[in-house]
């Protein structure tokens, strides 16, 4: 038989998907069949997917989404922000208000699925964490922290739920092109040794992170629970780089060989 993956008759939350990689991700369910809940701070206008507009930083906010929503089956948490301090100039504020989104408010968007998973013994969550949950990106040190302890989450999460039927997993982007990343990649002094760096030589698209966070989603990875790929061009996986002693170009905004 084919694989297939489909979300039919499925309900399916999506936070922070207004845009970027939480908005293909809606797309790409409700197109496989889901009815889609965007959760984010902006409305979104997308046919056929519903647009909630909160502070998912509010816990009360949040259940009283759910409450709306009713008995959800797929949940991808992915709202996040990225604010680039030094280490030494990373305020307080900073500091928190990276935490409080990327981190806390997804720990109890997490924590009230699962009591109603719970009850219905089945579910499954796909976090948004990053390549910088393990690395040590510089000036990011606020951001690293959010998303190395998304990690920590994720491990618990799944060890407590699997024997209620709800798996938990995460993926890792690298850079992709986003809002979030939109000046980094208007700048070729940045992006040109950036993907040098990278296997694939190039930065990722939201459709290529919305893939995999749908087949983790998704019954077809029925048997994976507490991992986190990689959605990165291999960045992970190298160690001195790709490009640098190929004979290569950079063109059109990525490396390829001459
Ligand atoms: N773009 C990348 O290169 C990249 C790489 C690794 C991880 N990520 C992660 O992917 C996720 C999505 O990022 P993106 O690149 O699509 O960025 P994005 O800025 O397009 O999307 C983030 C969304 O979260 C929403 N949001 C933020 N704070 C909120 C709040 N308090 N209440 C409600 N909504 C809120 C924003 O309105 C926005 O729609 C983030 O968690 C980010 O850290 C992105």
Redesign the pocket.
């Known amino acids: 038989m084919p694989m297939e993956i489909r979300f039919d008759q499925m309900n399916c939350v999506v936070?922070?998907?207004?845009?970027?990689?939480?908005l293909e991700t809606a797309k790409l369910l409700r197109d496989s069949g889901a009815k889609v809940w965007i959760l984010?701070?902006?409305a979104v206008s997308e046919p056929g997917v519903e647009s909630l507009v909160?502070?998912?930083?509010d816990d009360e906010a949040f259940a009283k989404a759910l409450d709306r929503i009713g008995a959800v089956d797929v949940a991808v948490l992915?709202?996040?922000?990225?604010r680039p301090q030094k280490l030494e100039e990373t305020t307080r504020e900073n500091w928190q208000a990276t935490l409080d989104?990327?981190l806390s408010?997804v720990f109890f968007h997490l924590k009230e699925l699962a009591i109603r998973m719970k009850q219905r013994r089945k579910g499954s969550m796909v976090l948004?964490a990053?390549?910088?949950s393990f690395d040590g990106e510089a000036d990011l040190i606020s951001y690293n922290a959010s998303?190395a302890g998304l990690l920590g989450i994720l491990h618990t999460a799944a060890n407590e739920l699997g024997p209620y039927g709800i798996r938990v997993n995460a993926v890792c982007?690298?850079?992709?092109e986003?809002?979030?990343?939109a000046s980094a990649f208007a700048d070729e002094r940045l992006i040109k040794p950036y993907f040098e760096a990278l296997p694939l030589g190039r930065g990722g698209k939201?459709l290529e992170v919305a893939n995999a966070i749908a087949f983790l989603a998704s019954d077809v990875a029925s048997y994976i629970t507490g991992t986190s790929v990689f959605v990165d061009g291999g960045q992970m996986a190298t160690k001195f780089g790709t490009w640098g002693n190929l004979e290569s170009r950079f063109e059109g905004g990525k490396w390829c060989l001459s």
Not at 54 to 57: C, G, H, I, Q
Request: charge should be positive; aromatic fraction near 0%; include cysteine.
């Open positions: 936070t922070g998907g207004a845009g970027g990689i939480g984010d701070r902006v909160l502070d998912l930083r992915n709202a996040g922000i990225c989104i990327n408010a948004t990053s390549t910088n998303k982007p690298g850079l992709i986003t809002a979030l990343t939201p």
